[in-house]
């Protein structure tokens, strides 16, 4: 098994940090941007995208800022990968910012990673009218 690539981004939101923390913590919030619905039972947070469905841990969740979840097939397979979602606020001028955190198999699937990503918060920034 070959160590996987752990990559950030680092996407400036124009928000508030409750409504941001609101849009990538809870159900609700995320259907409406990362996935089609999402369901949640015993912090295994499942995914809905057409048909099909991902389920991923909640490993931690710091009010106001930030959570991070594990893939399941990654968690059992004993994979030291997750994927956070961090925000920042710039103490000089306010901005907020939202920081990526994930990890690829490989340097093209890093690649692939980053501009889901970039699109996702495309879409999350429409949705809070950013």
């Known amino acids: 098994m070959s160590e996987k690539i752990k990559y950030q ?23 409406e941007w990362f996935s ?3 369901n949640i039972k015993n912090d295994v947070f499942t995914f809905l995208w057409d048909g099909s469905e991902e389920e991923a841990k909640l490993l931690a969740k710091r009010k106001g800022e930030s959570i ?7 968690f059992e397979e004993g994979e030291k990968t997750y ?6 606020v710039d103490e000089l001028t306010n901005d907020v910012a939202l920081i990526i955190t994930d990890f690829a198999d490989d340097e093209d699937e890093r690649e692939e990673g980053e501009l889901l990503w970039t699109n996702q918060i495309e879409t999350l920034k429409k949705t809070i009218g950013s």
């Open 83 to 88: 994927f956070e979602l961090l925000i920042k």
């Open 68 to 74: 991070k979840f594990q893939w399941m097939e990654d």
């Open 36 to 38: 089609d619905d999402v």
């Open 9 to 31: 981004l680092e996407i400036e939101v124009k928000s508030s940090t409750k409504v941001l923390y609101n849009m990538i913590s809870t159900p609700s919030g995320l259907s």
